[in-house]
């Protein structure tokens, strides 16, 4: 076996071990991200390809296709330092009218600590906001706990709404910048599942349920349950303009990597769900993208081949239930890759030093700007323009990564 089928067999063996189905999606995300920097230091990122590529606004193509990124960089310039300590893997939100930064952690795993799950500090409650319109930041009240890489920032008429990750359960709160005040929204059940938001609704999975917070209304109520057979596993919500799409695996078919899995959708139109067409991708990381779903942070940043049968991330349009793969200069890992991953309702996705405009179908490379660090970086985008802030870097050969509270625009 040569040193490029081993280190991907065992990244394999790694990302299958971790069990997400409980919603723990970031913490995986950032173990992989330490394994990706860890594992490029020894070998090439091997190449992927994948079938068709979005045009126009509309799902097109049917053919196989090879296409590299547009050759385009865009532009950097760098904003005012953030009134926060250095810090990295902070979460942030664009509210509509400011980014906001909350918590993070002093210092990230250093390289050579092999078994690191997790970081070396215990994460911070407090946060800022960014004014893209004066160009300037403010803080913000503290969080009412310590927020980490293991939480979920989401925004939602207005507001951001934090899910805290806890061993056995989560914490709900809201913040609304108007009063520059949290709020308990305890939804008086266990809720799993990562949230996802459009406009005022936040969607969350408890159990066999769909729960939505209402932050117009402050409340919290219940979809009816899923009834379609064969029921999912490891399933997450998307919100979408059509209502939520669970999206899952077979629970009939193994997990073990032995079956393609492909993902499989499920849609609640406001008074019933129905099952959508096989989708034929594997990756199950989805984000509302301006008038379809995305799932941009797929296996192939891992430097892992897809399995006989299916693709790896893709697009997927609820109103027809039409599903296609990234076009493949998406998916394909950079020579220097890092760590902003974000997707925007302005169909605009950002993943491991790619940016992706989902109508167009074009792909930029987005090279680090001076002072930028490798990993746990915050981004959020504001319409087409990228914010980036803080990050560690594990390239330091100190026992603990250097850390950054500086931050950047990007624009195509």
Known sequence: MDLEQELKETYAARLGALDVSGGDVVTARRTGARMRMRRRLAVAAAAVAVVAVAVGGSLVGTGRVTIGPSGDTGHWRELPAAPLSPRADALGAWTGHEVIVLGGVANECPPNADNCAGPTDAPMRDGAAYDPATNTWRRIADAPVAVGPGDRLVAAGGSVILRHWREKGSDWFEYDPRVNAWTSIAPGMDVGDLPSAYGSKVYAIAG?????????????????????????????????PYGPVITGYDSSQPQDGTVANPVIADLYDGSSWRRLPDTGILGNDWSWAGDRMVDFDSFAHQGMDPR?????????????????????????????????????????????????????????TLPRPDGALDTGTTAAWVGDSLVVFGGADLGAEESLARTTNKAWLWTP
């Open 308 to 364: 006989p049968g299916a693709t790896l991330g893709g697009l997927l349009d609820p109103a027809t239930g039409r599903s296609l793969p990234l076009p493949d200069s998406a998916v394909e890992t950079p020579t220097d890759p890092w760590s902003p991953v974000a997707v925007g309702p302005d169909a605009w996705a950002a993943c491991w030093g790619l940016v992706y405009d989902v109508r167009s179908g074009r792909v930029w």
């Open 208 to 240: 066999k349920h769909v729960l939505v917070f209402e932050v117009d209304q402050g409340r919290w109520h219940s979809l009816p349950a899923d009834p379609i057979r064969p029921r999912l596993t490891q399933r997450r919500v998307t919100a979408t």
